[in-house]
């Protein structure tokens, strides 16, 4: 049987007090261990709110499941924004490179449904259009219809990088 232990963390900060510590305490866990793996999963989300699950084995072993925060909040932290745009359709708050889209869409990729790299992008560009954010100085659709078009394939041919 597994116990399940879900809770909200902050990023990269997650500590033995609520609502981790009572609600693994009891279940006979290393308390330290697993909040240093919370802490190591979650580091590239500093700053945010995480869902986390733990799922505790009956032989005290643990697993740990990193939910993701959803897009925008991805895309306002990693432009730096407190919040988007009160009119996303005629003001833009912000310019985001492909490189910086393509850090969002790895931060993300398991929970979005695209099947390669540019795809990806492609949701993260989505999720700029509802925010107020432009992509490599364009309108985010038409950095999608670009990117569509193969205009950016030799940028995609090299590997990201954060």
């Given at each position: 049987m597994v116990d399940t232990v879900e809770a909200l963390v902050d990023?990269?900060?997650?500590?033995a007090g609520p609502p981790l510590g009572p609600a693994?305490?009891?279940?006979?866990?290393?308390?330290?261990?697993?909040?240093?793996?919370?802490?190591?999963?979650?580091?590239p989300f500093a700053g945010m709110k995480v869902p986390v699950k733990v799922l505790i084995n009956d032989n005290k072993t643990?697993?740990?499941?990193?939910?993701?925060?959803?897009m925008s909040s991805l895309?306002?932290?990693?432009?730096?924004?407190?919040?988007?745009?009160s009119n996303a359709r005629t003001t833009k708050v912000a310019d985001m490179s492909l490189n910086q889209a393509r850090k969002v869409a790895a931060m993300k990729q398991d929970s979005l449904l695209g099947a390669t790299e540019q795809a990806r992008v492609s949701e993260v560009?989505?999720?700029?259009?509802?925010?107020?954010?432009?992509?490599?100085?364009?309108?985010?659709?038409?950095?999608?219809?670009?990117?569509?078009?193969g205009n950016y394939d030799e940028q995609f041919s090299k590997p990201y990088s954060s």
């Open positions: 990023g990269g900060k997650a500590t693994l305490g009891p279940k006979g866990v290393n308390i330290g261990e697993v909040i240093a793996k919370i802490n190591e999963k979650t580091k643990f697993e740990i499941k990193i939910g993701t925060p959803s895309v306002k932290s990693e432009m730096g924004l407190a919040s988007g745009s560009a989505g999720a700029c259009v509802s925010v107020g954010i432009t992509i490599d100085g364009k309108d985010p659709k038409v950095f999608q219809k670009d990117l569509k078009a």
